[in-house]
């Protein structure tokens, strides 16, 4: 937990948090998107993983992590996400696989609004610790109640 106190939560801001254009390469019989390591996620990507199979209503997320950073890309469908940096908070909608979201550390996120079928993948810089995760809430407030 050393890393809490390098002081991420209190520099975390949901300015950090942004879309980012992919090249979209077009033929007669489809597209593609490329992704690649630094080179479109600013950082090293370690670790893949998709959501689906999304009930109505679902709800996911509602924790920040102390050093996973991800991209999230709306493979199908469209979804919103609540960025949550302490002191504001803003909603946006996923909704192009040409236009992924890349969400900071420090950052507490709320998935909600999937339209059926939705495909979400995540690309993400570490691998799966659930001792990243900030999952309370009061705490999180607790962490990021000094901003620098
Ligand atoms: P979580 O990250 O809380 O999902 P979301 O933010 O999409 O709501 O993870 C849900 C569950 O899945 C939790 O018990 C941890 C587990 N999990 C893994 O085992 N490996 C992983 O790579 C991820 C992302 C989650």
């Not at 879309?19 to 479109?40: H, K, M, Q, Y």
């Not at 679902?58 to 302490?86: M, P, Q």
């Not at 495909?119 to 659930?130: A, P």
């Amino acid at each position: 937990m050393d890393s809490i106190s390098d002081g991420i939560f209190e520099r975390s801001s949901v300015d950090n948090c942004r879309f980012i254009e992919l090249d979209s390469l077009p033929s007669e019989n489809g597209r593609i998107c490329v992704a690649e390591n630094t080179a479109v996620a600013p950082f090293e990507i370690k670790r893949i993983y998709y959501l689906y199979d999304l009930p109505g209503g679902t709800e996911r997320g509602g924790h920040a992590h102390i050093a996973n950073r991800s991209l999230l890309v709306a493979l199908s469908g469209a979804f919103d996400i609540v960025v949550d940096d302490g002191h504001q908070t803003r909603r946006v909608t996923i909704n192009r696989p040409d236009r992924p979201f890349y969400l900071d550390r420090g950052i507490w996120r709320t998935l909600d609004n999937f339209s059926s079928g939705t495909v979400c993948l995540v690309l993400t810089s570490e691998k799966y610790d659930e001792n990243d995760y900030i999952r309370d809430y009061e705490e999180f407030k607790r962490l990021t109640s000094v901003k620098r």
